[in-house]
C-alpha cells in the first residue's frame, strides 16, 4: 500500500488533515519547495503591516487564486526562512494565522498543506511582476530584474509615419490573417536570406511575439509525460510553456560557450526526447553565443537522433561581440524550427515575433494559431515589416547602447563586488554572476527590502538549481543600473558580516 505521502505527492488519495474545526479533505499534490515558493510570493513586501502580515496575506491570496493549489504541502518554516531571508519565527507566526483561519492546516510529522482556495484556478506564471517598471512607486525601488529593452527611435518613427493610403487600404479588407501579412512573411524570409539561411515566406508564421511562436511549436509536438531536453538553465517562459502542456523536463549543462554537447549526446542516445529547447544565438541568462563548432554537431547530433529542434533565437539581434549575425542553427539540419521576434531588437510593444519551419509545420501551427487568435495584429505586422528594412541600422544602434551599459555593469561589479564572478554577455541586456557560497534567493530577497530587485538563479532552472547565481538585468539607463549595484553592494556587505 502507498503511504500517506507518497500518496500526497502524486496526488492518487483524498487526505484527511488536522486543521481548525472539522476534519477536512484535501486533495493531494506536490509539494513546493522553498525556492520555488519564494518566486511564487514575488512582490509579498508591501508597507504597513508587519513582515509576518504581508507574507501571510500573500500566501493567503496564492491559496485563494489556486496558484498554489489545495493540498500543496509547504516547505517548512526554517528553510522558507532561509530563503526570504527573516527569520524562522516571522514565518511561525504567519503560518499559524492561516492555520487559524483555515487556509493551512498541519498533520503531525507531515508538514504544514494548504487546506482552503482553488486547484489549478491560474497557471503559476510567476514572471509577470518582473516586468514592473525599473524603478517602482516613489522611485524607492531599483528593479533589475527585466532585461527587456525599451524600444528604438526608429520603432516610434515608424508607427508615426503609417501611410494614411495604405492604413485605409488595409482597412477595407477584413483583417484576419492567422499565418501573417504576407509582405511581414516576405520580410522574415529575406532577413533569413540575409543571413545566409535560404528561405520561402511559407516556411514563416507571424506570431504574437516568440512566446506564442515557443508554445504553439510546443503543444504540437508535447503531450502530457513527453521527455523534452531544455538547457539549464534556459528562459523562464520556456520553462512554464512546456510544464503547462505536461512535459517532463531533462537538463543539459549549458555554459560559457553554449550547451554542452558531449551531455546532448549523452541525453539524446538515452531518453529520445520528443523535443530539444535551445537558444545558440544569445542565450537567456547567460548570454553566450554557442560557436560554429559546436552549433554544427548540435545540428548533426538532432539528424542523428531525428530530433526536432526549438532554436529559441529570440535575442538573436542583441550580439555585441564578434560576428553579430552568425548562420542560424537551421542552416545545420532541417529539424530546427527558429523561433524570433522583433521585441529585442526594435520593441516589445510591437508583440510581434515568428516561427520558421517546414511549410507542412508551418501549415498545422497556422491552424493552431488561428483557433487560438485568428492572428496577430494587422497594423504591428505593418510597421515590423517596415522595421526589418531598416535591420542593420538597428543592429548598430542596438550593439552601441548594449556595450555601453554592459561595460557599465562590469566595471560597478568589479568595482564594487570583488568577490562575485561574473560572466561576461556576447550578447544581451543581463549579467549572470556566480557568488560566492551563499544562496542567492535569500540575498535577492535582502537586497529587495534594500531597495533593489533582482532575480536569483532558480528563477532560470527546471530543477531550482543555480541558487548561487543572480540575474542582474542591464536594460534601464546605466545611472540607475550603476545606483542598483551601489545598493546590491550595500546588502552584500550587511549579507557576508552576518
Ligand atoms: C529568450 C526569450 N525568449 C522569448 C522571449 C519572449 O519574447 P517576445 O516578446 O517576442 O514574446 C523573451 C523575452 O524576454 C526571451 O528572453
Given at each position: 500500500m502507498l503511504g500517506d505521502a507518497v500518496a500526497y505527492r502524486f496526488g492518487l488519495d483524498d487526505g484527511a488533515v488536522e486543521g481548525p474545526g472539522p476534519r477536512v479533505n484535501i486533495l493531494g499534490s506536490a509539494p513546493i519547495n522553498a525556492t520555488r515558493l519564494v518566486r511564487l510570493l514575488g512582490d509579498w513586501l508591501g508597507t504597513g503591516d508587519t513582515l509576518y502580515e504581508q507574507l501571510a496575506e500573500r500566501i493567503r491570496q496564492l491559496a485563494r487564486t489556486g496558484?498554489?493549489?489545495?493540498g500543496t504541502r509547504l516547505p517548512s518554516e526554517r528553510s522558507l526562512g532561509t530563503a526570504l531571508g527573516i527569520s524562522r519565527n516571522t514565518v511561525a507566526r504567519a503560518f499559524d494565522e492561516l492555520r487559524a483561519e483555515g487556509v493551512l492546516a498541519s498533520r503531525t510529522g507531515d508538514g504544514t498543506y494548504v487546506v482552503a482556495g482553488a486547484r489549478n484556478?491560474?497557471?503559476?506564471?510567476?514572471?509577470?511582476?518582473?516586468?514592473?517598471?525599473?524603478?517602482d512607486g516613489a522611485g524607492q525601488r531599483i528593479d533589475l530584474r527585466s532585461a527587456a529593452l525599451p524600444g528604438l527611435r526608429m520603432t516610434a518613427d515608424e508607427i508615426g509615419s503609417l501611410d494614411e493610403l495604405r492604413v485605409r487600404d488595409l482597412v477595407?479588407?477584413?483583417?484576419?490573417l492567422p499565418a501573417g501579412l504576407p509582405e511581414l512573411r516576405a520580410a522574415i524570409a529575406s532577413y533569413y536570406d540575409d543571413l545566409g539561411l535560404p528561405t520561402e515566406p511559407e516556411q514563416i508564421l507571424v506570431t504574437s511575439g516568440a512566446q506564442q511562436a515557443l508554445r504553439l511549436v510546443a503543444s504540437l509536438h508535447v503531450a502530457p509525460g513527453s521527455v523534452v531536453a531544455i538547457e539549464e538553465p534556459s528562459f523562464r517562459g520556456a520553462i512554464h510553456s512546456l510544464r503547462a502542456l505536461g512535459a517532463r523536463l531533462v537538463g543539459i549543462p549549458t555554459g560559457p560557450s553554449g550547451l554542452d554537447v558531449d551531455a546532448l549526446a549523452t541525453t539524446l542516445a538515452r531518453v529520445r526526447p520528443v523535443l530539444l529547447v535551445l537558444q545558440s544565438?544569445?542565450?537567456?541568462?547567460?548570454g553566450s553565443v554557442t560557436d560554429s563548432l559546436h552549433r554544427s554537431r548540435i545540428a548533426g547530433l538532432a539528424t542523428r537522433f531525428g530530433v526536432p529542434v526549438?532554436?529559441?533565437?529570440?535575442?538573436?539581434?542583441?550580439?555585441?561581440?564578434?560576428?553579430?549575425?552568425?548562420?542560424?542553427?537551421?542552416a545545420g539540419s532541417d529539424l530546427v524550427i527558429t523561433i524570433g521576434s522583433m521585441s529585442k531588437l526594435f520593441?516589445?510593444?510591437?508583440r510581434v515575433g515568428w516561427a520558421r519551419a517546414h511549410p507542412d509545420l508551418v501549415e498545422r501551427l497556422t491552424a493552431l494559431k488561428g483557433g487560438e487568435d485568428?492572428?496577430?495584429?494587422v497594423i504591428a505586422q505593418v510597421i515590423a515589416a517596415r522595421l526589418l528594412g531598416r535591420v542593420e541600422e538597428a543592429r548598430d544602434e542596438r550593439r552601441a547602447i548594449l556595450e555601453k551599459a554592459r561595460r557599465c555593469v562590469l566595471d560597478a561589479v568589479a568595482a564594487l563586488l570583488p568577490g562575485w564572478e561574473p560572466?561576461?554577455?556576447?550578447?544581451?541586456a543581463s549579467l549572470w554572476v556566480r557568488l560566492p557560497t551563499v544562496s542567492a534567493t535569500a540575498f535577492a530577497q535582502r537586497a529587495d527590502r534594500d531597495g533593489v530587485r533582482v532575480l536569483p538563479g532558480?528563477?532560470?532552472s527546471a530543477f531550482e538549481g543555480f541558487d548561487d547565481h543572480l540575474r542582474i538585468a542591464f536594460s534601464g539607463p546605466n545611472d540607475l543600473t550603476l545606483r542598483g549595484i551601489e545598493l546590491l553592494a550595500g546588502t552584500w556587505a550587511g549579507f557576508v558580516d552576518g
Open positions: 496558484t498554489i493549489p489545495a484556478l491560474v497557471p503559476d506564471d510567476d514572471r509577470l511582476g518582473s516586468f514592473a517598471s525599473l524603478a477595407a479588407s477584413h483583417g484576419y544565438t544569445v542565450h537567456n541568462p547567460t526549438v532554436a529559441n533565437s529570440t535575442l538573436a539581434d542583441t550580439v555585441i561581440d564578434g560576428d553579430r549575425t552568425p548562420l542560424p542553427l537551421a520593441w516589445g510593444g510591437l485568428l492572428g496577430t495584429s560572466h561576461v554577455p556576447a550578447g544581451g532558480p528563477t532560470f
